[in-house]
């Protein structure tokens, strides 16, 4: 195998994570996907929040917004899958291996990722760890700068996949959030 040979495949396996400086649309880009949201998938029974970076007035992110539907009976979950299909999101069953209390959404634009939907039930641990999370960091700017560094930091370095890049933020979020629950 020659050296050129050896680059292209480790290319294949490391990634680099891009972000972005805030950018002042994202709630805007939000609330858009929000509406057409309730549209899809009902009004009633569900409350979706913005979570994640992108939430962040100030922090950079990868250009993904991530949302989060809380459910107030998760038993309808299966449901949705239909109004979120039609909405162009892919469901990613494999997740719910590691995490079986929430339904993983992804959906595409040009090629890339540009939203995920957690659908979760309301007010239990992975809703509130989240919205926890968030609303510290909107109210904290300390630790919204430490997250910042960090994420920069981190996203100088080679992944395999985004699921190591999310992983290396986990101690500092757990840190967090301990000072909660």
């Known amino acids: ?9 480790l290319q294949k396996f490391i990634m680099t994570v891009e972000l972005e400086t805030y950018n002042t649309s994202w709630p805007d880009v939000f609330n858009i996907e929000k509406e057409m949201l309730h549209a899809a998938i009902g009004q009633n029974n569900l409350v979706i929040e913005h979570i994640g970076s992108t939430a962040i007035p100030g922090l950079s992110a990868k250009p993904i917004i991530d949302i989060m539907v809380g459910l107030h009976d998760y038993a309808i979950a299966g449901e949705l899958l239909q109004g979120m299909s039609h909405m162009g999101y892919r ?6 291996e590691s995490i079986p209390d929430r339904k993983f959404f992804l959906k595409s634009s040009g090629g890339e990722r540009s939203h995920h939907v957690h659908m979760v039930q309301l ?3 992975y809703w509130d760890r989240h919205m926890f999370f ?9 630790v919204r700068h430490a997250y910042q560094d960090l994420k920069t930091r981190l996203s100088n370095l080679d992944w395999k996949n985004r699921n190591q890049y999310a992983l290396a933020k986990s101690a500092f979020i757990r840190a967090i959030e301990e000072k909660h629950f």
């Open 1 to 9: 195998m020659t050296c050129f040979e050896t680059i292209f495949i």
């Open 91 to 96: 469901y990613m069953a494999e997740y719910e």
């Open 123 to 125: 007010n239990e641990e």
């Open 134 to 142: 968030r609303n510290h960091l909107r109210r904290n700017e300390i």
